[in-house]
């Protein structure tokens, strides 16, 4: 079994740093997992994307052109990203910043407000985490007791303070 | 068995440097491998060990050579411009019979090219990409994992050979994440009686030196460099065969270009193909042992590259064109899906039958 998932949005956003929680949380379940960023000349406010793959087999190419669960955090993201979602797949969609819905019948979307529930939470920079919650509800791809274990080894040891948003807003999107 | 943690490839070439006792970094920041500099200015000050960011690439060479000629491990690292930079200083430390890592990893080119992955210095790094009679041996990691271990690999065989190595990744390599078991922190203890560290006044001086100015001694220091060439070939050479053993055809592919490979091989052989893969890690000495082999038990091969079609000469050389040798590319900073390597295996099956 391999899922691969495609988290992209704005730079700013946490794209990267939710796939490195994502693919920690393979990791935890030994999993096999590869996390592969767009990199390019982009800074706060321009693109990002992060390709993260779990899986039973060893992982061969680290690519995710077609992932079987899109996270999109921003409309362009959607637009960009929606048709090349496996028939099937999974869309979980931010619908604070992406007022449209699928285009597509032959995949499952999920709509939830992140970024305002991430706001009126009184942790606006943590839409990404409430993004991954809802993702782990729908998908079960890791169990969430393993991602709120996963996250302990992710947010660093100084930035402990930290630690208890982050689960706080995994647990939001998870629940919504 | 160690803890694996989840490190960027460029991360762990890093760590694994100081870890194989790589106390002395020199380099100048470029993307795709950035990290590798940031890691190490983090790190070498808490340890003892020297960072230091050059004003050049010419000028961080230089001091890698320095550092060489005093017999301790050292370590520059660049991206293709930045390599490209660096030739005149690794032809002088290849000259001068020192051990020494370069890491290239690359991005599209020639010029300033991009910033997106490429194997395109396939010909710099294996032919010699300076001036003069000279080989590097090189190691091409297909995984964060080897990132790691090829780089202690690389100090290693630098160490036993005197000669000079380049790990050859390219931008996917570098900043990809995945789990990683660290190698055990070692003390590099071979003895290095050439070093130029002082006398003590208690023997003659050591020279270290690429200038010859009497031919007949500089023929016989390239006849000596080239007999230990020849030992690393006969005993040097790494590579992997996947799904060989009853193949008719064969994928030849390194780094990132095998991993798409694998996907493609995988999915050919659930519709009925038989096909293979032989991958080389070491790039120089090439592979041409397997290769040989394999040209006498399969109809053909696909040489899959991130360039215009580089390695697949030293397939061709290998199989001394006995088979058809087709090229699968991308170039620019694209990378070929496995659909497009799959479709390039079945045109070979269909040139063959």
């Given at each position: 079994m391999t899922t691969q998932i495609l988290i992209a949005g704005f730079g700013g956003q946490g794209v990267l740093f939710a796939g490195k929680c994502l693919a920690y949380e393979g990791l935890f379940e030994e999993k096999q997992v590869s996390w592969l960023p767009s990199y390019g000349p982009e800074m706060r406010g321009?693109?990002?994307?992060?390709?993260?793959?779990?899986?039973?087999?060893?992982?061969?190419?680290?690519?995710?052109?077609?992932?079987?669960?899109?996270?999109?955090?921003?409309?362009?993201?959607?637009?960009?990203?929606?048709?090349?979602?496996?028939?099937?797949?999974?869309?979980?969609?931010?619908?604070?910043?992406i007022e449209r819905k699928a285009e597509r019948s032959d995949i499952d979307a999920f709509y939830i407000p992140a970024t305002k529930m991430a706001a009126e939470a009184g942790v606006p920079t943590l839409a990404n985490m409430i993004m991954l919650g809802k993702m782990i509800k729908e998908s079960g791809v890791v169990s969430i007791d393993n991602a709120v274990e996963a996250m302990k080894k992710v947010v660093s040891a100084k930035r402990a303070d930290l630690l208890e948003a982050n689960v706080k807003a995994l647990m939001a999107g998870y629940n919504y | 068995m160690a803890e694996k943690v989840l490190m960027k490839g460029n991360e762990a070439i890093a760590e694994a440097a100081i870890r194989a006792g790589c106390m002395h970094y020199f380099g100048y920041p470029i993307t795709p491998q950035t990290e590798i500099a940031a890691y190490m200015a983090k790190r070498m000050p808490k340890i003892g060990g020297v960072f230091l960011q050059a004003e050049s690439e010419v000028s961080a060479i230089n001091m890698v050579y320095g550092v060489a000629a005093a017999g301790f491990r050292v370590m520059t690292s660049s991206s293709s411009p930045g390599v490209s930079l660096k030739q005149e200083g690794i032809s002088y430390i290849a000259g001068a019979d020192l051990p020494a890592l370069i890491v290239n990893v690359q991005r599209g080119g020639p010029g300033l090219g991009g910033i997106q992955p490429s194997q395109s210095d396939y010909f710099q790094a294996t032919k010699?990409?300076?001036?003069?009679?000279?080989?590097?041996?090189?190691?091409?990691?297909?995984?964060?994992?080897?990132?790691?271990?090829?780089?202690?690999?690389?100090?290693?065989?630098?160490?036993?050979?005197?000669?000079?190595?380049?790990?050859?990744?390219?931008?996917?390599?570098?900043?990809?994440?995945?789990?990683?078991?660290?190698?055990?922190?070692?003390?590099?203890?071979?003895?290095?009686?050439?070093?130029?560290?002082?006398?003590?006044?208690?023997?003659?001086?050591?020279?270290?030196?690429?200038?010859?100015?009497?031919?007949?001694?500089?023929?016989?220091?390239?006849f000596e460099r080239f007999e230990r060439y020849k030992k690393i070939e006969e005993n040097e050479c790494i590579y992997e065969e996947f799904m060989m053993d009853d193949a008719e055809y064969c994928v030849v592919a390194f780094g990132i270009a095998a991993r798409i490979s694998k996907n493609a091989v995988i999915e050919a052989r659930k519709q009925g193909i038989k096909v293979g893969l032989i991958r080389p890690i070491t790039l120089w000495p090439f592979p041409k042992a397997p290769l040989a082999k394999a040209a006498k038990q399969v109809k053909g091969f696909v040489s899959v590259e991130l360039s215009m079609g580089q390695m697949i000469e030293d397939v061709k050389l290998a199989v001394n064109c006995s088979k058809p040798v087709n090229l699968c590319n991308r170039v620019g900073g694209m990378i070929p899906s496995p659909e497009q390597v799959l479709e390039s295996i079945k045109n070979l099956v269909k040139e063959a039958e």
């Amino acid at each position: 079994m391999t899922t691969q998932i495609l988290i992209a949005g704005f730079g700013g956003q946490g794209v990267l740093f939710a796939g490195k929680c994502l693919a920690y949380e393979g990791l935890f379940e030994e999993k096999q997992v590869s996390w592969l960023p767009s990199y390019g000349p982009e800074m706060r406010g321009g693109t990002a994307s992060c390709g993260v793959i779990l899986s039973d087999e060893p992982v061969g190419s680290p690519i995710v052109s077609n992932p079987d669960i899109l996270l999109a955090m921003n409309l362009p993201s959607f637009d960009k990203y929606e048709s090349q979602i496996v028939k099937g797949g999974k869309a979980i969609v931010d619908s604070t910043l992406i007022e449209r819905k699928a285009e597509r019948s032959d995949i499952d979307a999920f709509y939830i407000p992140a970024t305002k529930m991430a706001a009126e939470a009184g942790v606006p920079t943590l839409a990404n985490m409430i993004m991954l919650g809802k993702m782990i509800k729908e998908s079960g791809v890791v169990s969430i007791d393993n991602a709120v274990e996963a996250m302990k080894k992710v947010v660093s040891a100084k930035r402990a303070d930290l630690l208890e948003a982050n689960v706080k807003a995994l647990m939001a999107g998870y629940n919504y | 068995m160690a803890e694996k943690v989840l490190m960027k490839g460029n991360e762990a070439i890093a760590e694994a440097a100081i870890r194989a006792g790589c106390m002395h970094y020199f380099g100048y920041p470029i993307t795709p491998q950035t990290e590798i500099a940031a890691y190490m200015a983090k790190r070498m000050p808490k340890i003892g060990g020297v960072f230091l960011q050059a004003e050049s690439e010419v000028s961080a060479i230089n001091m890698v050579y320095g550092v060489a000629a005093a017999g301790f491990r050292v370590m520059t690292s660049s991206s293709s411009p930045g390599v490209s930079l660096k030739q005149e200083g690794i032809s002088y430390i290849a000259g001068a019979d020192l051990p020494a890592l370069i890491v290239n990893v690359q991005r599209g080119g020639p010029g300033l090219g991009g910033i997106q992955p490429s194997q395109s210095d396939y010909f710099q790094a294996t032919k010699g990409g300076g001036h003069g009679d000279y080989r590097l041996i090189v190691l091409a990691p297909a995984s964060v994992q080897e990132m790691a271990d090829l780089t202690v690999k690389a100090f290693d065989l630098a160490d036993k050979y005197r000669v000079p190595a380049m790990l050859l990744a390219d931008g996917t390599m570098g900043q990809m994440m995945e789990p990683v078991e660290l190698p055990e922190p070692q003390n590099s203890n071979v003895e290095k009686p050439w070093a130029v560290r002082g006398t003590n006044n208690q023997r003659k001086h050591n020279v270290v030196n690429s200038l010859y100015l009497k031919p007949e001694i500089l023929e016989q220091t390239n006849f000596e460099r080239f007999e230990r060439y020849k030992k690393i070939e006969e005993n040097e050479c790494i590579y992997e065969e996947f799904m060989m053993d009853d193949a008719e055809y064969c994928v030849v592919a390194f780094g990132i270009a095998a991993r798409i490979s694998k996907n493609a091989v995988i999915e050919a052989r659930k519709q009925g193909i038989k096909v293979g893969l032989i991958r080389p890690i070491t790039l120089w000495p090439f592979p041409k042992a397997p290769l040989a082999k394999a040209a006498k038990q399969v109809k053909g091969f696909v040489s899959v590259e991130l360039s215009m079609g580089q390695m697949i000469e030293d397939v061709k050389l290998a199989v001394n064109c006995s088979k058809p040798v087709n090229l699968c590319n991308r170039v620019g900073g694209m990378i070929p899906s496995p659909e497009q390597v799959l479709e390039s295996i079945k045109n070979l099956v269909k040139e063959a039958e």
